[in-house]
């Protein structure tokens, strides 16, 4: 087990590209999320998934960002045309999905993104 | 709807000396609630978790937190505070019934640790 890996993590773009994020969680795990954390902020909530159903989603999900998770195993987060405002760390963290009890999540490392 | 509020945040100590980080929440329904600590460009590690049973929550690091609904606070302490405890931490609340997973974090308290 190598605890939930997020590639890349450092990513420097230009305003109105596209950038792809990619999380691969824990291999037994069949809940994955994404959040997003700015400079000196708590991490928001973005979006989860069950197996590969997206489940929930957050307003701050603009029609820019778009996640998948194809085969229930890895996911991707794609933001197309970023703006500045989207500079930010998206961190990926995936749990058991318990059915009873607390889901305990487990999260990666973190993908940095820069929009200059 | 549900909301963490982290009190300070910044809070500075001597090493050696007691901890606490303060942590208030807002919640309808039952809640389930956790504090995680966050080292410079590391994710988030969870410390300990809070999910209706014993309200008194012990965690890794010798840290310990202490649920008391009358007060609506999940205030995080350690005894003895090591340098190594510098970093940054969070509290924060979900949904018990809905169990989804979904966290609501507070702004974070940042913690020094000073010689």
């Known amino acids: 087990d190598t605890g939930v890996s997020q590639d890349p993590r450092h990513k420097i773009t230009k305003r109105g590209q596209n950038v792809t994020f990619r999380c691969d969680p824990i291999?037994?795990?069949?809940?994955l999320y994404w959040y997003r954390q700015t400079l000196g902020q708590g991490p928001e909530f973005l979006t989860y998934?069950?197996?590969?159903?997206?489940?929930?989603k957050s307003r701050l999900l603009s029609d820019r960002f778009s996640a998948e998770r194809p085969k229930g195993s890895f996911s991707t987060l794609e933001i197309q045309r970023t703006e500045q405002g989207d500079s930010a760390m998206y961190l990926c963290?995936?749990?058991?999905?318990?059915?009873?009890?607390?889901?305990?999540?487990?999260f990666g490392a973190g993908s940095r993104l820069t929009v200059l | 709807a549900q909301s963490v509020t982290q009190l300070g945040s910044h809070v500075s100590v001597s090493e050696g000396a007691l901890v606490l980080l303060r942590c208030n929440y807002s919640?309808?329904?039952?809640?389930?609630l956790f504090w995680y600590v966050q080292y410079p460009n590391q994710g988030l590690q969870l410390l300990l978790k809070?999910?209706?049973?014993?309200?008194l929550v012990k965690g890794i690091n010798g840290f310990e937190a202490e649920f008391k609904k009358s007060e609506t606070s999940f205030h995080l302490t350690k005894p003895s505070a090591h340098m190594s405890d510098a970093a940054e931490y969070f509290c924060?609340?979900?949904?018990?019934?809905?169990?989804?997973?979904?966290?609501?974090f507070g702004q974070g308290t940042t913690l020094q640790v000073k010689p």
């Open positions: 963290a995936s749990s058991l999905g318990a059915s009873s009890g607390a889901n305990v999540l487990t």
């Open positions: 291999s037994e795990h069949n809940r």
């Open positions: 998934f069950q197996n590969e159903a997206q489940l929930e």
């Open positions: 919640s309808s329904v039952p809640p389930y």
């Open positions: 809070y999910t209706s049973a014993a309200t």
């Open positions: 924060a609340v979900s949904r018990a019934a809905s169990n989804t997973g979904k966290l609501i």
